[in-house]
């Protein structure tokens, strides 16, 4: 969905290093929410942001809010090739039930 | 939990023929949504339930396509005639809320030829 961008659209990083992903909305948003897509296999859930200024980290992914709640950033330490794959964000805008998708971000993990 | 389940994972079928996709909801989750997932169009939402009853089925792309949800723990998606621009990975997802976290299925690899 063009209404939420994500950057860059793809991404292939050395192992051991550190990459950040981008999400960003011209409107405020309700919620956030990051799902990581392996080739073949459905959306797995990582991490939902709801407050301005939030922040979460799951093992080596940290997700942030910014204050004004239109742009989240994915960033993750020391990559492992487990951390491969399609990263997607979703976000609510409004009080409707339905997320509108950013397009995703392909991540390689060179070994 | 299992998880969100989804049958059959793949499915290859013959344009004009009937497609029906089934998908099980986590237990406890009210909402359950069905997508479809492309390269050239990426993710878009078909229908979404609520509590058994389709709320908004404005994604749904003519009307070739339905859904049912008869029950809590079940619902499908059917394709009757299939073409073969139906050809993408269809998933369901369910929350426990709608305005909370989706966990989604496996997906439905939908082939049509």
């Known amino acids: 969905s063009q209404e939420l961008e994500q950057s860059p659209q793809s991404l292939i990083v050395q192992e051991g290093k550190n990459l950040t992903i981008n999400c960003t909305s011209s409107k405020t948003l309700y919620g956030l929410y990051w799902y990581k897509q392996k080739y073949g296999e459905g959306l797995i859930f990582l991490m939902m942001l709801q407050k301005g200024g939030e922040e979460k980290s799951h093992e080596k992914i940290t997700a942030k809010l910014d204050e004004k709640k239109q742009q989240s950033s994915l960033h993750i330490t020391a990559s492992q090739p487990s951390h491969a794959g399609i990263y997607l964000c979703g976000a609510d805008r409004d009080s409707n039930y339905q997320l509108i998708w950013g397009a995703g971000t392909k991540l390689i993990i060179k070994p | 939990d299992a998880g969100v389940i989804q049958s059959p994972r793949h499915e290859v079928t013959e344009m004009g023929q009937e497609v029906t996709l089934r998908c099980k909801p986590i237990?406890?989750?009210?909402?359950l949504f069905w997508y479809r997932q492309t390269m050239m169009r990426g993710l878009e939402l078909l229908i979404y339930f609520n509590n058994n009853v389709p709320i908004d089925d404005s994604g749904m792309p003519e009307d070739r396509f339905s859904a049912k949800m008869p029950n809590a723990s079940f619902s499908t998606l059917k394709i009757q005639p299939s073409e073969p621009r139906d050809s993408a990975v269809y998933f369901c997802?369910?929350?426990?809320?709608?305005?909370?976290?989706?966990?989604f299925g496996p997906g439905t690899r939908l082939t049509v030829t």
């Open positions: 237990s406890g989750h009210n909402s």
């Open positions: 997802a369910s929350s426990l809320v709608s305005r909370y976290e989706q966990y």
